[in-house]
């Protein structure tokens, strides 16, 4: 095995398990923080597959944007301080069976695989190439889910203060 085939499996196996305990530990910040870490993995997949700027978006999009959003929605609401609800719903036992199904597909197919995998060509505007499809035509779609982020992380605030505020007069 070379160093690159451990890292690789290092950094996979990191990212599962991070994954695996944001669904299912019971504390909302603390699921948020697995996902942080699950995404940082992602992107030291991509960085060693050589996927720089998808590394970089990864990075920056993901982890710097929307999971810290998340962290930050989730530390403004008050019920992350005690879960109340059940650890599994109606539905465990189902998506427990497709997750055992999905790893018997891979476990079989994986092994059968033609390894290794030789790189495509890859152009050498590829970034400007890329940089010009989301400018061009994805500009409205994510400049209108920013603007959803902030109305969401502004609509937390809002409903911790009025609880607050409830809470204040009470006493």
């Not at 530990?25 to 996927?51: K, N």
């Not at 989730?74 to 539905?91: C, E, I, K």
């Not at 992380?153 to 009470?170: C, F, M, N, P, T």
């Amino acid at each position: 095995m070379t160093a690159q085939q451990f890292f690789f499996i290092l950094f996979a196996l990191i990212t599962l398990l991070s994954g695996l305990r944001c669904v299912t530990t019971r504390d909302m910040f603390h699921a948020a923080l697995y996902l942080v870490i699950s995404l940082f993995g992602v992107a030291a997949m991509f960085a060693q597959l050589e996927a720089g700027f998808l590394a970089a978006a990864q990075l920056i999009v993901y982890v710097g944007a929307v999971a810290i959003l998340i962290i930050f929605a989730v530390m403004l609401t008050r019920g992350m301080a005690q879960p109340t609800g059940p650890q599994l719903n109606t539905q465990a036992g189902l998506a427990a069976v497709v997750a055992g199904a999905m790893m018997f597909i891979l476990l079989r197919v994986l092994p059968n695989f033609n390894y290794p995998v030789q790189p495509a060509d890859v152009p050498v505007d590829s970034i400007q190439q890329i940089g010009q499809s989301i400018v061009g035509q994805f500009v409205l779609p994510f400049e209108v889910a920013s603007v959803l982020l902030l109305a969401a992380l502004v609509g937390a605030i809002y409903i911790a203060r009025e609880r607050k505020k409830k809470a204040d007069e009470e006493d």
